[in-house]
């Protein structure tokens, strides 16, 4: 069997026909998508100007966007049936962008876990430590950290070398074992734990205080269906981010721990395909998940009547419906029954779905003695 910079390879008229769709609706999706999304984002930022949580959004999209760009190479070799045709120089900055682009959306969603820890589990910390300029610290290493290692190979640490299997150029696990750990401790290992770590800490946040007010309020049905509700988008995140990330590692780790161990071309390309499309999924995510999020989509597309959206960030106005802890509903100025209040049920309920970007805001969720502060 051919092995991954084999030459001697070509894809079949039947794999072209099959892969060549795949990637230009990934690359079609990721880019448009993703520039919708920056648009909301930054007319929601213009609106609320300490709304720092967007900033984590936008900097994934900028990355998603040149991401997908980056796969047209990898179209345009599948439609050659496999054949590079752009010269070494340009299969090494594919190499570094592929690296460089994939490692700072990953970087990055772990940023934004961190920062909804601190929004939902240490509140009282948050606007502390996420002011502009820490918030601008943060996306620069989310950038700097990649691009080190992605022009490591450059300089003589590992290679980009064109696979086949891939049809992209990309640095050979089996090449420079050290720098393979390096680059898995820093860019895989390590986001993973810390993301799974934040997730964990705000699940278990939501469902103890869903379950304090589930025994105040037990004839509230909502509150119970929004813990579900909670619980499923948290699963649905994370299972996504895993899915598409599992198989190419395994293909990866084999590729390194037995250089001799042939990975079937299919294998090789469709566990890389699952890589790449995290570039298109998020936005996908976001109408999916998020009401807010679909109804600015179609604001920005002209699709309905524009008006004020809301904020998508994770921070800002009080939602309608959210309980607070004398059972009142707190009630936003976009809302015609809204009146100004200064009591203090209203002043120390803040609002949880607030800050956690893909809860559907229109159901209700209790907010009593949650540590959250806005943006």
């Not at 230009?24 to 609320?48: C, K, P």
């Not at 200064?342 to 120390?348: I, L, P, Q, R, W």
Request: net charge positive; hydrophobic share 45%; aromatic share 10%.
């Amino acid at each position: 069997m051919p092995s991954p910079v084999d030459p001697d390879f070509h894809w079949s008229t039947l794999a072209i026909g099959l892969l060549a769709p795949v990637v230009a609706i990934i690359i079609l999706l990721g880019m448009i998508g993703n520039i919708l999304v920056i648009i909301v984002l930054w007319q929601q930022q213009r609106r609320s100007h300490r709304a720092t949580g967007s900033y984590f959004l936008i900097n994934l999209a900028i990355a998603d966007i040149f991401g997908s760009a980056n796969l047209i190479f990898m179209l345009s070799t599948i439609i050659n049936h496999g054949e590079w045709i752009f010269g070494k120089y340009i299969c090494k900055l594919n190499g570094v962008l592929t690296v460089l682009l994939g490692a700072t959306s990953l970087l990055t969603l772990c940023a934004i876990s961190v920062n909804r820890y601190f929004k939902i589990v240490e509140g009282g910390k948050y606007n502390r430590i996420y002011t502009n300029t820490n918030t601008l610290r943060i996306l620069a290493l989310t950038w700097l950290v990649p691009f080190v290692l992605a022009l490591a190979p450059i300089l003589g640490w590992s290679e980009h070398e064109y696979q086949v299997g891939k049809c992209v150029c990309h640095f050979l696990f089996s090449r420079s074992i050290s720098y393979t750990v390096t680059f898995a401790v820093f860019v895989v290992i390590a986001p993973f734990t810390v993301i799974l770590f934040c997730y964990l800490k705000i699940y278990k946040i939501i469902k103890t205080h869903g379950a304090i007010m589930g025994n105040l309020r037990r004839s509230q049905p909502s509150v119970h269906v929004e813990d579900i509700k909670i619980a499923t988008t948290l699963f649905i995140v994370i299972l996504v981010f895993i899915v598409c990330y599992i198989p190419a590692s395994i293909v990866n780790i084999v590729q390194m721990i037995d250089p001799d161990f042939h990975i079937p071309h299919w294998l090789d390309m469709v566990s890389f395909l699952l890589v790449v499309s995290n570039h298109a999924n998020n936005p996908i995510i976001y109408n999916a998940l998020n009401r807010s999020f679909r109804q600015a989509f179609r604001e920005v597309l002209r699709l309905r009547p524009r008006r004020e959206p809301r904020d998508l960030s994770g921070s800002g106005a009080k939602y309608p419906n959210c309980q607070s802890r004398t059972g009142t509903t707190a009630r936003s100025p976009s809302n015609p029954g809204y009146q100004h209040s200064s009591t203090s049920s209203e002043k120390h309920s803040p609002e949880i779905k607030h800050s956690f970007d893909f809860v559907d805001k229109k159901a209700s969720l209790p907010c009593s003695k949650l540590r959250t502060s806005s943006c």
